[in-house]
């Protein structure tokens, strides 16, 4: 499992209290913003990335990649790259300025995007980058991460007709890095303990 192995090397996951996005708090963390900063890191998780992408879906499945703000944006953008697909990004909030618009980059009413973001836990972030484009006449009918946290993201999101894959899911990735031994046996009851109890 090589991005268990960079999850290791680059220190990416980290116990204690932490609060996300959804305003949950998590007894661990899991910063795959620092994997960019690893450029031989940062190549190899792409690939396999590329490589999930080609073999769950398929490059006729979409005609667009869409990243979600802000740490979807490096893998988002070498997916595009790989795949020679155009590349277009959500904002949080509209632009008061300008276009004034929440999807930056052309997109055509009718257009399949894949939207793609680093992780997934409660899937919200994906939902509201999808409303934006859906607004915009995108049809979005997948997700890809590299991590799905395993907390409802996946259910959630299937209520609104997307369905979310990941390269990893968070129960198989704790299990990895113990065989590992890179966390702990508490650490991964810890892990193990969040995802039941979702």
């Known amino acids: ?21 959804s305003g949950r708090v998590t007894p661990y963390y899991v910063d795959l913003r620092v994997i960019p ?19 769950k879906l398929g490059t006729e499945s979409f005609d667009r990649v869409s990243s979600i703000p802000a740490a979807g944006t490096p893998f988002a953008s070498f997916l595009a790259f790989s795949l020679n697909k155009p590349f ?3 904002r949080r909030n509209m632009r008061l300025r300008g276009r004034e618009r929440r999807v930056e980059g ?3 009413p009718g257009d399949r995007v894949l939207l793609v973001d680093d992780l997934a836990t409660t899937g919200l972030s994906l939902k509201r980058a999808a409303s934006a484009i859906r607004a915009e006449g995108g049809v979005v009918s997948d997700a890809f991460v590299l991590l799905d946290r395993e907390e409802g993201g ?18 198989e990735t704790a299990k990895a890095l113990y065989e590992m031994n890179a966390i702990e046996e508490e650490q991964l009851n810890t892990i193990l303990k969040q995802i039941r109890t979702k």
Request: net charge neutral; aromatic share 10%.
């Open 88 to 90: 277009i990004f959500t």
């Open 106 to 108: 052309i997109l055509i």
């Open 154 to 171: 996946r259910e959630r999101l299937a209520e609104t007709g997307i369905t979310l894959h990941s390269v990893l899911n968070m129960e």
């Open 37 to 55: 900063s690893f450029p031989d890191a940062f190549q190899m998780v792409s690939n396999i990335f590329v490589d999930a992408v080609k073999q």
């Open 1 to 21: 499992m090589e991005i268990c192995k960079i999850l290791k090397k680059t220190n990416a996951i980290e116990f204690g209290a932490f609060k996300l996005s």
